[in-house]
């Protein structure tokens, strides 16, 4: 009994990691940013996708450019999706460190991107939005 609830629980873990995996790819290559789409601003995580991408390729200088924090963000999310399945044995109060930390570095990183180095990929270009060509459209 014990083993057939193992299996099932792996089958669901591995589904869903097909769906993430499927949900990932088809963002990557097809949709782009909502955030940005939609309003304009680019979110803190901007270009990790991008680096992800570069690193695959085999391209580190360009990943590291596109986004400095990109090889920490899976295992960053591997760590606080699998804590409990793996038995990694991380407390509520380390893996809520390890999720403020990761969320502390990526905004501040993002700001020091907007505002000191002016980083082209993350500068807000409200004139492409999706909300700013329905303004002029309805609004002239």
């Known amino acids: 009994m014990m083993e057939k609830q193992k299996r099932k629980k792996t089958f669901k ?19 782009k940013c909502p955030l ?3 309003f304009g601003l680019p979110c803190p995580s901007c270009g990790m996708t991008r ?16 986004h400095p924090l990109f090889i920490f ?12 399945a ?5 407390s509520k109060k380390a893996l809520s460190l390890i999720a ?17 180095l002016k980083d082209p990929l993350v500068m807000p270009d409200f004139e492409s939005s999706l909300l700013y060509r329905l303004k002029n459209l309805f609004l002239p």
């Open 73 to 84: 963000a899976l295992p960053v999310i591997f760590i606080l999706l699998h804590n409990k």
């Open 100 to 116: 403020y930390t990761a969320l502390a570095m990526l905004i501040g990183l993002y700001l020091i991107r907007l505002f000191v």
């Open 86 to 90: 793996l038995k990694l044995g991380l």
């Open 13 to 31: 873990l591995l589904i869903a990691h097909l769906g993430i995996l499927s949900a990932l790819i088809i963002y990557a290559l097809y949709l």
């Open 51 to 66: 680096a992800h991408l570069a690193f695959l390729r085999g391209d580190l200088a360009s990943a590291f450019r596109t």
């Open 36 to 38: 940005r789409y939609f």
